[in-house]
């Protein structure tokens, strides 16, 4: 993925910043505008950034002009002011300026993933025209895509509708494309591009017009483009929901540096979330030195809080992320969580009581665990079924709930809860 | 997406198990064959196979013709052999004996999965016949959709290539389709479906052809069903990545029956696992009877190996399930994960010293304290990267090393840096 061959030369792309200038020369040349465009759609559109970065710019501007326009303005959007500039101006001004109008948008809206240059017809127009339309178009731009759709638009530039380029083939040239005309979802420019790519991905569409307030076209989201999208989310939501911040880069070219910052500011919030129960068991001091077998429990208790809640809350954000439930379905998620978190409760609680034997701590503790794991689950499931939904009503991304976070958030209140049933069940413990 | 409007009668399919025979009739008549149809396409195939199961078999077999091929498989297969035969034999010749085809193959196999009726022209058709030939296979099939490609096949039924559809529409008549041949991916038709999902969604395909070993075509696998393949995958391991079984159906239909069987297994197993804790704090008994604040760090220290493994196993698992990392890579990662496990540490132990300090426990037991906290980081960073890649390597998904998992795992051995390191540093415990 990475290693260009090309002629006699092998160059690990990775090892391109190292190159010297002379180097840098040669590789430009060798990256023929063909193999060049080829290789730049391959890689990643960071590591294209970093080859364009260093190629000369006419070398770089002509591989531009082999892309088709989403990905040439993803990949100009990762680089510098001026380069970006320079190679803007080394391209044809049509082009140039149909990039411009897609790096205009803000980087989130779909309109600046969007196909711009999309052909129009007029509803009057015939399947014979069309096809005429379709090759003039294709012969002008022989490096962008023809589309799945052709799209009709009426006086004013609104869009009617689609015609699917398979039905132009099965459809007799005499007959106006009026007639086979699909209506079709559309979006507004500054929707989120990741909900307009599963809008695109539920309705199973080939593509996605972006039409103004005005209903006019501005241009179309492709399936190719929009499964890209959704599968970098899903990396960014693995990486939260793992308890760290997205890479945003290939996982083989992170440096320790940029692993290193992406985890530490959760491991650090989480230490510091966590360190409240050295607070309650400094509290309990007096509990554990009567009865010091308490403590051989303390792991294990919170451990099957924080698994507990971990089953939920991944299985909640990941439904959340494909859509199936809302916060409208919250009654329905706790009851349903509740139920199962009894289920549950039930079977870990004669789980414990084995352990406990085991260990030999007496019946007093055995019956302190296993009502401490029961009480736990439950709490457990309360908590975890409630907040994903909570953070989303709230406009933070559910994906941040993470294992960590639940076990965090379980090991100091469950403790909390043991103690408190020690208490209640240990003649030891009474006059503390 | 779960309600069906028909008429004045709005149906809950949720609730259709418990329809009574007379409603069950009422509904297969409601739910003609183009509003049932559409309506079968937009929920899930098991909630699918359900209606199929209340209503009348004619109406059932009038509806899956209407559907695509890989579809009405995908539902027959949710059926009972009995129901799913009967359905067969309702419908046309035909069309049976190619969704029994599809039947045969293996469920995790990418023919299990294809179009199975697919246009073959010869290498001689002209552009012209070739649209004659479009039209013709369109007109015997309404329901089927025309594919984004036509397929060139030889004499001996080999695959030569294929012609994109939109390459028609910008050829002129009278030229041979041989001409327009583009290379194709293929895959064989036992490939694991998934597999074959992301190659064509890493290729950017829109259709990946299935060819036997003799090179002769099968089917294809659509772009459409890749997307929901890879989608499905993509929640499995989101599920086997929080410690439970994945649900197979949508979250909103597990009864709490289910949620419990999906989860207790993975809970059962880790408690077991996590019970060796007891163990080794029992073993440790006299330390923390000497020291009782050693027990005040228990959770944190535990805690923070736990979130460090996490951290990485998420990463490295979804970087294996979008094809970025192999085995071979396994020095590569672990010497990274080691160098950010170094960084990390390093943070981590100041961190440690703070929180140590504010409990007032005393530099000795700070040091140890400090000393663990580093030493659990460097464990877990080894751990936990090499673990995702071995499991890879014996075959099982790597997907199960999940954040419990890999908080069971360090949580015990954990506890034993903790005590070891403790003997070394505590003058207290010097005669223990």
Chains 1, 2 share one sequence.
Not at 278 to 289: H, I, K, N, Q, S
Request: glycine share 6%; net charge negative; charged share 20%.
């Amino acid at each position: 993925m990475s290693s260009a061959e090309i002629g006699k030369t092998v160059v690990d792309l990775r090892q391109i910043a190292g190159l010297s200038a002379a180097d840098r020369r040669h590789l430009g040349e060798l990256l023929d505008t063909a193999n060049g465009a080829e290789l730049l759609t391959t890689i990643d559109d960071d590591l294209a950034a970093r080859v364009l970065k260093a190629i000369p710019v006419p070398a770089g501007a002509g591989l531009l002009n082999e892309l088709d326009a989403p990905q040439a303005a993803e990949i100009l959007r990762r680089l510098g002011d001026s380069r970006r500039d320079s190679l803007l101006g080394a391209m044809a001004i049509d082009r140039a300026q149909v990039l411009r109008t897609v790096l205009s948008w803000p980087e989130d809206s779909v309109a600046a993933h969007m196909q711009p240059d999309v052909l129009t017809l007029a509803p009057t127009a015939t399947v014979g025209e069309a096809v005429d339309q379709i090759r003039a178009h294709a012969a002008d731009r022989p490096h962008d895509p023809t589309g799945a759709y052709v799209y009709v638009v009426g006086s004013d530039k609104a869009l009617l509708g689609a015609v699917r380029l398979r039905s132009l083939v099965l459809t007799a040239a005499d007959r106006p494309v009026a007639e086979l005309l699909d209506a079709v979802v559309t979006v507004a420019p500054l929707t989120d591009v990741e909900e307009a790519a599963m809008t695109l991905i539920d309705h199973k569409l080939d593509e996605l017009p972006v039409v103004d307030a005005e209903g006019r076209l501005l241009g179309v989201l492709t399936e190719d483009d929009a499964v890209e999208i959704a599968e970098e989310e899903a990396t960014e939501d693995a990486e939260r929901q793992g308890g760290s911040e997205p890479l945003e880069v290939p996982y083989l070219r992170a440096s320790p540096w940029l692993l290193w910052r992406k985890r530490i500011v959760w491991l650090l919030v989480l230490f510091a979330a966590e360190a409240y129960t050295g607070t309650v068991l400094r509290a309990f001091e007096e509990e554990m030195e009567a009865v010091v077998a308490l403590a051989f429990f303390i792991p294990l208790l919170i451990g099957t809080g924080g698994n507990t809640g971990t089953q939920i809350t991944t299985t909640l954000v990941r439904a959340m992320g494909t859509g199936q439930i809302r916060f409208r379905d919250v009654p329905a998620i706790v009851t349903k969580e509740l139920s199962t978190g009894a289920l549950i409760a039930i079977a870990m609680a004669a789980a414990a009581m084995v352990r406990a034997w085991t260990l030999g701590v007496g019946p007093a503790v055995t019956l302190t665990v296993c009502l401490t794991v029961a009480a736990i689950v439950m709490w457990a499931s309360l908590v975890s079924s409630v907040l994903p939904l909570v953070l989303k009503k709230v406009k933070v991304d559910p994906a941040v709930v993470s294992a960590p976070m639940i076990a965090t958030i379980v090991d100091g209140t469950g403790l909390m809860i043991y103690f408190w049933i020690a208490h209640l069940t240990l003649p030891q413990l009474a006059g503390l």
